[in-house]
């Protein structure tokens, strides 16, 4: 058996729809075990009900050592590292060890295709301290590495590092990147810390996993802040109706990716 820690860190946003797919993954394989770790703020989401979380916290900005009311708004790239950092030590106070991480977001929808690629790398032992997977790993953009940031998955001794980001930015100010931005900031302290950020793609998995925005989002470009998002991420309407209309196991099953990309793209965004 292969134990799989999930770190689900950052808002809780769309936790009351995601968890279907969540609370799933223990019924996928025989030979695989995921625990879940979440440290979200605090909303009215009430976690109590939730058994397949292993263990969670739910987090008041003004706990954190980093004033995050005095950073610029719209910048979440404290409000990140910190409870990335908080949920790598809920993880590790539990004394369990594990053979891989995965990191990721509430609103984010796994295709199977993505989990069996993490699934696989993790039984043929590809897992090891000096490297973090993401989906392309880092390119350069405008100057500075960049690094899609929907999930990280890696060696736990890989993330008790990258854990540490938080601190060495925003507390302890021994790295400073040129421009700490989101994306660029996950991407430049990976490289910073000698973690080599590998793209999963390059493995040999094709499909990654898409994002449940609001509906807005996928007006035209410039129409508002955060609009031209492609359609074929879906909008929580078109997610409920999916997940009442197919289930979660068509939801999770190998080959579907596509069709449920062709619902969200042909579909009304509600």
């Not at 003004?62 to 708004?73: R, S």
């Not at 008790?160 to 994306?183: A, C, R």
């Not at 190998?254 to 509600?270: G, H, P, Q, R």
Request: glycine share 6%; aromatic share 16%.
């Amino acid at each position: 058996m292969k134990n799989i820690a999930v770190l689900i860190n950052g808002s809780s946003k769309y936790l009351d729809l995601t968890y279907n797919l969540f609370e799933h993954w223990n019924k996928l394989y025989d030979d695989i075990n995921f625990d879940f770790y979440l440290s979200t703020w605090e909303d009215s989401i009430d976690y109590s009900n939730f058994k397949w979380i292993t263990k969670y916290e739910r987090l008041k900005e003004d706990e954190c050592p980093y004033n995050l009311k005095k950073h610029p708004p719209r910048r979440h790239q404290p409000h990140y590292s910190y409870t990335l950092y908080r949920v790598n030590q809920l993880k590790n106070s539990t004394g369990k060890d594990y053979d891989s991480i995965i990191q990721t977001r509430s609103d984010y929808l796994f295709s199977r295709e993505l989990l069996d690629c993490l699934v696989s790398l993790t039984k043929g032992k590809k897992v090891i301290p000096n490297i973090i997977f993401s989906g392309h790993g880092s390119d350069v953009h405008n100057g500075n590495l960049w690094t899609g940031d929907y999930f990280f998955f890696g060696h736990p001794k890989a993330f008790d590092k990258f854990s540490e980001m938080f601190v060495d930015i925003f507390t302890k100010g021994i790295f400073t990147p040129d421009k700490i931005l989101m994306h660029t900031m996950q991407a430049e302290y990976l490289n910073y810390r000698r973690i080599y950020n590998c793209g999963v793609f390059q493995d040999g998995c094709h499909f990654q996993g898409l994002l449940i925005r609001e509906p807005m989002r996928f007006d035209p470009v410039g129409a508002h802040t955060d609009s031209g998002w492609p359609t074929k991420h879906p909008s929580p309407y078109q997610f409920k109706k999916i997940l009442r209309d197919k289930g979660v196991d068509w939801l999770l099953s190998l080959n579907n990716y596509k069709k449920f990309i062709d619902i969200f793209e042909t579909t009304v965004k509600e």
